[in-house]
């Protein structure tokens, strides 16, 4: 029997009785994927970091510093980002295993070591979830967070709550494209993203994808999640900005033809960065995996040509250094 979805609402043109879909057209055509491969491994890509692996890690790596207690964010490398407001702390997309896949001894290998272990965290109050990709979704992860905290909140996109049940938390939310949820004085909205699911070869597109934004009486964040660049993104900023915080991609984008309807590459953050007006923002979705035909180091080359290409100032989005962290006080007065 063909599976329905049970969360189906025809008036919602990003859902479908089969499941999910972006409002903007598919750009991928029948047997791009094969194309891909076979040219990235014909080239030899993704090449090592200019320097190699050990000096891009003594560049771009540090151990998160937990010390203090005032409002900070981390930035834990890849798309994971860990928040301290009022003493409390909630993880963004937490994938700190050494790989990202279903299986221990295959699948895209971690280059870069993680900057803090869930033990190293004194409490835990919420997790987001933007979609159920291995590199955002992490089931290492997620375990070691409910035997440690296991009252600990999961926030996540349609669809994935009975995943979250099956593996024992207690806690779940899933919302839906513009809903929020509340906790200890945190507002938290689901927003649109240009992406898409997958976790097995029978559940394409079956559970939601999303970004989040996050706002507090000081803190108006916006974290893109993955996704590739859309129009339709600038309506997140007009209903529910202006933002001093975001988080958006600037890797796996190439090659370009065929990565763009999934992820933004750095001249299209840039373009986005510049559209949401200017706030301070941490590049993301680059650094740790090899995902995609660019070497780790390229993303951050990219940024800086971007920025120097449109006359933007560097310094509101720069790359961060894995397990670097920011005051909140200090970008409120940037």
């Known amino acids: 029997m063909k599976w329905q979805n049970p969360w189906y609402d025809a008036a919602k043109p990003h859902h479908t009785p089969e499941g999910f879909r972006n409002p903007e057209p598919d750009l991928r055509q029948p047997g791009d994927l094969q194309r891909w491969r076979k040219e990235r491994k014909a080239q030899g890509l993704p090449l090592p970091p200019r320097q190699g692996y050990e000096a891009f890690t003594q560049q771009w790596w540090q151990q998160a510093d937990l010390s203090g207690e005032q409002d900070c964010v ?8 860990m928040l301290r407001l009022d003493g409390r702390y909630g993880l963004i997309d937490p994938a700190l295993s050494p790989r990202i896949s ?12 993680v900057p803090l272990a869930i033990n190293d965290l004194p409490s835990l109050d919420w997790v987001l979830i933007s979609h159920n990709h291995y ?6 992860t997620i375990n070691a967070i409910l035997r440690r905290f296991p009252q600990v909140q999961f926030i996540v996109p349609l669809g994935l709550e009975p995943w979250f049940r099956r593996a024992g938390a207690r806690h779940v939310v899933q919302l839906d494209w513009w809903q929020q949820t509340q906790r200890h004085g945190i507002t938290f909205h689901a927003v649109p993203a240009r992406h898409w699911s997958m976790r097995t070869l029978y559940d394409r597109n079956r559970s939601l994808w999303c970004g989040w934004t996050i706002t507090t009486a000081k803190l108006n964040f916006w974290f893109s999640g993955d996704s590739g660049y859309s129009e339709k993104l600038l309506d997140i900023a007009r209903r529910l900005g202006p933002f001093n915080l975001a988080a958006l991609p600037i890797g796996a ?11 933004m590459d750095p001249q299209q953050s840039v373009a986005l960065h510049q559209a949401i007006g200017a706030p301070v923002t941490i590049p993301v979705h680059w650094g740790v995996f090899e995902l995609a035909d660019e070497a780790l180091d390229e993303p951050p ?11 933007q100032s560097k310094m509101r989005f720069r790359p961060w250094i894995i397990g670097e962290r920011a005051s909140l006080n200090n970008i409120n007065q940037e």
């Open 74 to 81: 981390w930035w834990l490398g890849h798309a994971a980002i």
């Open 102 to 113: 279903p299986l221990r001894f295959y699948g895209p290998k971690r280059k870069t070591p």
């Open 135 to 140: 590199d955002h979704l992490d089931r290492p």
């Open 253 to 263: 984008y190439a090659p370009k033809w065929f990565m763009q309807g999934q992820h």
């Open 301 to 311: 080359r990219e940024l800086a040509r971007a920025l120097e290409a449109v006359n």
